[in-house]
């Protein structure tokens, strides 16, 4: 008869109509792993005398993987959890697979990754279940889009803990460029990959989004889509630039279950879209575009009037124009400003080419602050005029005027009759308050990709990035991403190349920048902008 201890130490809790049996955490004194390698980097603190290879007599099959999304009844409810173990008892009979899965659920009955006082993985506190694995069932989302198709044979574990952008420079910027560099596309998934490389790779400013801690109004799944988030797509592309499309589908699978955007696991979508579900449906990001209406979002979409004249318009003309004809002005200075171009998708265009400066100048459309008169540029502008602006060239902008160049100004006959408004001067030092550009997200014949700026300092090098490069097998073959270096990007983005590119040289041909540059000028879609001012995105 074994003891009482014996007895509870074997013990199996049955729940559920399913029958499925929780392994309690104290029961199993000793355990194999499905690999003689540690399967994730959560094991690999683990005492190695743990695990050996599969026990004799081995011949259970599972399709589960390290990552799995799955489905498992627990009273008579469905649950869903992601597998971050998979091992086996020594010194069960029935040698059966044993999955350690983080949950979506808190139970006191649950662990937090620990096994026989052996920690297997990490998780929050009461997440952590081992169930036998036949009695998980592949999420179907996930079993729909990924059961037949393969992704390569690149590793890409969960990556835990905080890890910061790559250090990238002129020397060692062919070390971050190759094929199977960057996020996996698969299933129309470019526009999302483009928008999580721009956000994540070099930059910090959005880290924010990965590091709050759940408020009491936050969905359940918070940190479910914070950890997928992080884990699986933002710590490997910081750690190794290299993100698998099965670790970003968890997410979109995420994102389609919780947001009101649907589809967005297969269908064709816009970074708009994505940027909605997650920064304001799901992780409920502080906009930081916030109006003097009152009005708030997380991005800008320009607004303008098409002049015939303007062929090659810059951003910062484009946003000036948008603000004083909507008559509206932003409240406080943004951290991060993710401006739309003036377009529909591939469908139509605006512009066939616009400029997007480096350097972007917010003062003239933030209420209340100081700036310099934009003719003589000594004075403090205290008028501004609409009027002007709309007959300004890209090159030569005039809005805001000191009293003297005011008057000057509105002598020509062809501007007397301006409306000139008198602006609430406040009596402080005048200073440019300016952004910095550090990608933009481009679209031709429906396809996303990326030119990302590798750091922060004015003469770090830029960066091409397509999920979709290329491609290895048929349909259920892979997608290949690729980075490429576009090391002079900032000398064709400078005031100086704007010059020459909208100018004619001496024998009236137009100047002719590498075709990268001109899917830049050409294509651009979405550009994102940092304050050095303001560190990080709230």
């Known amino acids: 008869m074994p003891s009482p201890r014996q007895q509870q130490e074997r013990e199996s809790t049955e729940m559920g109509k399913s029958g499925s049996t929780i392994v309690r955490v104290h029961q199993r004194p000793q355990l194999y792993c499905q690999n003689f390698e540690p399967v994730s980097p959560m094991v690999s603190a683990m005492d190695s005398n743990l695990f050996s290879d599969k026990p004799k007599g081995y011949h259970h099959k599972t399709d589960l993987e390290v990552g799995h999304l799955v489905k498992i009844q627990i009273e008579g409810q469905m649950h ?49 279940l081992f169930v036998y694995a036949d009695q998980c069932k592949k999420d ?162 320009l607004f303008v009037e098409k002049k015939e004249r303007i062929t090659f318009p810059t951003i910062q003309y484009l946003l000036q124009q948008s603000f004083y004809s909507s008559n509206i002005k932003l409240s406080e200075e943004p951290s991060c400003l993710i401006v739309l171009m003036p377009r529909f998708g591939k469908q139509y265009k605006m512009y066939s080419k616009i400029f997007p400066n480096l350097d972007l100048d917010v003062s003239e459309i933030i209420e209340n602050v100081p700036r310099s008169c934009s003719c003589c540029g000594i004075e403090q502008a205290t008028y501004e005029c609409i009027e002007c602006l709309n007959e300004s060239e890209p090159r030569d902008v005039h809005c805001a005027f000191c009293e003297r160049c005011k008057i000057v100004f509105h002598q020509h006959r062809d501007r007397t009759k301006h409306k000139v408004t008198k602006l609430n001067v406040i009596d402080r030092k005048v200073r440019p308050i300016e952004m910095k550009l550090f990608a933009v997200v481009c679209i031709e014949t429906s396809h996303y990709v990326a030119f990302v700026k590798c750091g922060k300092l004015p003469e770090s090098p830029w960066c091409f990035f397509d999920s979709m490069a290329d491609r290895i097998g048929g349909q259920n073959g892979f997608n290949v991403p690729e980075v490429v270096a ?39 879609y979405l550009c994102m902008y940092y304050s050095e001012n303001i560190s990080r995105y709230k």
């Open 80 to 128: 869903s959890g992601v597998v971050r173990w998979l091992g086996w008892n020594a010194d069960s009979d029935d040698q059966k697979l044993i999955a350690g899965l983080e949950m979506d659920m808190s139970n006191d009955c649950f662990s937090d990754g620990t096994f026989a006082n052996k920690r297997l993985f990490t998780c929050p506190s009461s997440r952590g």
């Open 140 to 301: 179907p989302l996930y079993l729909d889009s990924t059961s037949t198709i393969s992704f390569g044979d690149i590793d890409c574990p969960f990556i835990p803990g905080q890890k910061p952008p790559m250090e990238i420079n002129n020397s060692n910027v062919k070390s971050i460029c190759g094929r199977n560099k960057g996020i996996q596309g698969h299933h129309n998934s470019c526009y999302l990959d483009a928008t999580l490389f721009s956000m994540f790779a070099f930059s910090e400013v959005f880290d924010g989004l990965i590091e709050r801690p759940k408020r009491p109004s936050d969905v359940s799944e918070y940190e479910e889509v914070q950890k997928v988030l992080k884990e699986a797509i933002v710590n490997p592309l910081r750690t190794s630039l290299y993100v698998r499309a099965d670790n970003v589908l968890h997410l979109r699978h995420l994102l389609d279950k919780l947001g009101s955007v649907t589809g967005l696991t297969c269908e064709e979508k816009d970074p708009e879209e994505f940027l909605n579900s997650l920064l304001q449906q799901i992780l409920k990001g502080e906009p930081y575009l916030k109006l003097n209406s009152g009005q708030e979002s997380f991005y800008y979409q």
């Open 486 to 524: 576009c090391e002079d990007l900032s000398n064709w983005l400078s005031n100086e190349s704007y010059e020459q590119l909208v100018s004619q040289d001496g024998d009236g041909q137009q100047l002719s920048p590498p075709n990268y540059v001109n899917r830049l000028l050409s294509d651009a």
